[in-house]
């Protein structure tokens, strides 16, 4: 939906847009790093579907099982027991990914 969005030429959500994705480019920090605080922010903020688009975007830069379980454990400190059902669907994306 992304393009359809854009192809309305509304200046404001263009430049929110392009914000959003320079904010994952590598900087001080990795673009890994950047992923993993985006997954864990999700995580909290309890939207599947972010969670859905980090984790597709972390298993793309290569980011290991060990890396991701520790964001799933800050997620979960941060979040507390509200976020276990969004770590169970992290898990099952991250799952899915690994069996590609």
Not at 24 to 40: I, N, R
Not at 51 to 69: F, S, V
């Amino acid at each position: 939906m992304t393009e359809t969005i854009l192809e309305k030429r509304n200046l404001e959500i263009k430049r929110f847009f392009a914000l959003d994705s320079r904010a994952y480019e590598d900087g001080a920090l990795s673009a890994k790093v950047k992923e993993l605080l985006g997954l864990v922010a999700s995580m909290v903020l309890r939207c599947n579907d972010c969670i859905t688009y980090h984790i597709l975007q972390c298993y793309k830069l290569g980011i290991t099982e060990k890396e991701m379980y520790e964001a799933f454990n800050v997620a979960l400190v941060v979040g507390g027991s509200i976020v276990i059902p969004h770590l169970r669907k992290a898990v099952e994306i991250y799952e899915e990914c690994i069996q590609r």
